[in-house]
């Protein structure tokens, strides 16, 4: 069975850094197909970041700002994040699928549906 629990949620100011982390068991050791997804308030969710097999991929939105990383020693994910804007308060949810991984190409890799696993949610809140 496959669980995920983030960790990490919290207020910062604009302008500051915060790091998730999503613990994953349950998942392949060898490969791990996982995403960060985010909704705020009265908004739909969206794809934030994305790794496949150590490819990434990044939201318009958050590209060149956050950072998807894992440790697979640590089957923990992670999501570090830079130059915080209020427009990044939302609740952050992890996900995953078993592999094959999907493709990071375009229209691919942070839809919703490619993912069957989801964690609780991490609340980020960003003040000006």
């Known amino acids: 069975q496959v669980q995920l629990m983030e960790s990490g949620g919290g207020s910062e100011q604009s302008g500051g850094s915060h790091r998730l982390s999503c613990v994953a068991s349950?998942?392949?050791?060898?490969?791990?197909?996982m995403a960060w997804f985010r909704q705020a308030p009265g908004k739909e969710r969206e794809g934030v970041a994305a790794i496949a097999d150590s490819a990434t991929k990044y939201a318009e939105s958050v590209k060149g700002r956050f950072t998807i990383s894992e440790d697979n020693a640590e089957n923990t994910l992670y999501l570090q994040m830079n130059s915080l804007k209020p427009e990044d308060t939302a609740m952050y949810y992890c996900?995953?699928?078993?592999?094959?991984?999907?493709?990071?190409?375009?229209?691919?890799?942070?839809?919703?549906?490619?993912?069957?696993?989801w964690g609780q949610g991490a609340q980020v809140t960003v003040s000006s």
């Open positions: 996900a995953a699928v078993q592999p094959p991984c999907p493709p990071l190409g375009a229209g691919h890799g942070l839809e919703e549906f490619e993912y069957d696993y």
């Open positions: 349950g998942l392949p050791a060898s490969v791990h197909c």
